[in-house]
């Protein structure tokens, strides 16, 4: 069975800091991965997505992503954080159906 | 641009009365989602349907049923509503289910409320 797990429901850095977001999946198969982005009433927007064709990931905001078949993960990184990175994350397994994570809630703090 | 729409955006309704959600998609995208997002579960599946006249339950259906008469549109219907059923309703779309890069594209959510 396919499974993701985001290994942390609420982050908080201050600005201008590391940001750090875990993801760990369950798959049978070669997996490809997303990360959502979901500001306060609004949609799910991609951020970035893994494909197999490399294992670091670029995405928008200055977001980026490591994939690691050997620990499973898929853990989201971003040097220095913004105000406006403040949202809820959400790592996807894609596939036949997709299967997201809880969510990890971002804050940061001025 | 192509889009996808939900309406209407919010909705009050009471217990047991039916209720039917709209998702239109202009990607002209073969798949189409409903999800149900509540605090502490994620999004949840609730059917999708992989072209026309196709429809499948995902992991929370009980309640719930749609019906694919076109590429476009994939009305999410809830026959009795019920206060379990008080959540935000996502649709989404992909093209392709074989192709490994196949993102979903999200509409903008209905806030349903069942008194």
């Known amino acids: 069975a396919q499974s993701v797990t985001q290994l942390d429901s609420h982050v908080s850095v201050s600005e201008g800091t590391p940001v750090l977001l875990r993801c760990n999946y369950s798959s049978s198969y070669s997996p490809s991965l997303f990360w959502y982005v979901q500001h306060p009433n609004k949609g799910l927007q991609l951020l970035l997505k893994y494909t197999s064709a490399a294992t670091l990931v670029k995405g928008i905001n200055g977001f980026e992503a490591e994939f690691k078949k050997s620990e499973t993960s898929f853990h989201l990184t971003k040097p220095s954080a913004h105000m406006s990175d403040a949202a809820e994350y959400f790592c996807?397994?894609?596939?036949?159906?997709?299967?997201f994570g809880p969510g990890t809630r971002l804050s940061v703090l001025p | 641009d192509a889009e996808i729409t939900q309406s209407p955006r919010h909705k009050i309704t009471e217990t047991g009365r039916q209720v039917t959600l709209a998702c239109h998609q202009t990607w002209n995208h073969n798949n189409m989602f409903w999800y149900r997002q509540d605090l502490g579960h994620g999004l949840r599946l609730i059917h999708y349907s992989y072209g026309v006249q196709d429809t499948n339950k995902g992991e929370v259906s009980d309640g719930y049923s749609v019906s694919r008469s076109n590429t476009e549109d994939l009305p999410l219907t809830l026959e009795s509503a019920a206060s379990s059923q008080t959540s935000v309703y996502f649709c989404?779309?992909?093209?392709?289910?074989?192709?490994?890069?196949?993102?979903?594209?999200f509409g903008p959510g209905t806030r349903l409320t069942v008194l």
């Open positions: 989404a779309s992909s093209e392709y289910i074989t192709v490994s890069y196949n993102e979903q594209f």
């Open positions: 996807c397994l894609g596939g036949q159906n997709f299967v």
